[in-house]
């Protein structure tokens, strides 16, 4: 997360059948449910009802890797976001994440959602590092004004920067299983420079403020 939040707890409580094809748009059928734990109060407990995206195999991610998004996400674009999503989290060593999934929400559902976990939604991002799950808000991949004039004040950047940004820092949680914010940001900024990461070496501490 772009912030010093974490959840710890994440389960997929009911699954249907998925969906098979190519470029298709997500189907409620298809839906999962995946209930959220905040780790601090189990008693706030989120059940996310979520779609499989199925992705055309022009850009080649391991295939243990799976987009999600929340049911109530505009068709086109879930496949649309998880494409651009999918673009970029190219550059980075994703067969390090093993099993993985990375779940769309929708700008409009963030703040209920995170707040709903008695946690800060400045972040547009975050991990569920047990749960081998990155959830990431609509607005890192399709234009929203206000909430890029808030995104922008937070973290002086926008558009495809912010989204290089928060990828990274949550690819430092998730690839070297880290929680501690500050290391996720040192990893992150390895990972933007290098297009890879040592984890057994403890980065130099930023001076930077966390974000
Ligand atoms: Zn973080």
């Known amino acids: 997360m772009l912030s010093s ?22 189907n409620v059928k298809s839906s ?12 706030q407990t989120q059940t996310l009802r979520v779609v499989p995206v199925h992705l055309d195999a022009t850009v080649s ?17 879930c496949v649309n976001d998880s494409v651009a999503l999918r673009h970029a989290l190219a550059p980075y060593p994703l067969e390090r994440l093993g099993t993985w999934s990375f779940l769309l929400v929708p700008t409009d559902d963030w ?19 047990d749960q081998r799950i990155i959830v990431v808000e609509s607005s890192l991949l399709t234009a929203t004004p206000i909430r890029d004039k808030n995104l922008m004040r937070t973290f002086g950047v926008i558009g495809s920067a912010l989204l290089d940004l928060a990828v990274t820092h949550e690819l430092g949680h998730g690839i ?12 992150g900024r390895e990972l933007r420079q290098t297009k890879t990461v040592d984890c057994t070496k403890t980065p130099r501490r930023s001076q930077q403020s966390k974000h």
């Open 5 to 26: 939040l974490h959840f710890d707890s994440i389960e997929v409580a009911a699954t249907a059948a998925q969906v098979g094809g190519t470029d298709e748009v997500p």
């Open 32 to 43: 999962l449910l995946i209930a959220i734990l905040s780790a601090a109060c189990a008693a």
């Open 61 to 77: 991610i391991p295939k243990t890797i799976q987009f999600f998004c929340t049911h109530n996400y505009d068709g086109q674009a």
């Open 111 to 129: 703040r209920a959602l995170v707040r709903g976990l008695r946690q800060n939604p400045v972040s547009p991002a975050f991990s569920l590092i």
């Open 176 to 187: 070297c299983q880290e929680r501690d914010e500050r290391r996720a940001d040192d990893y």
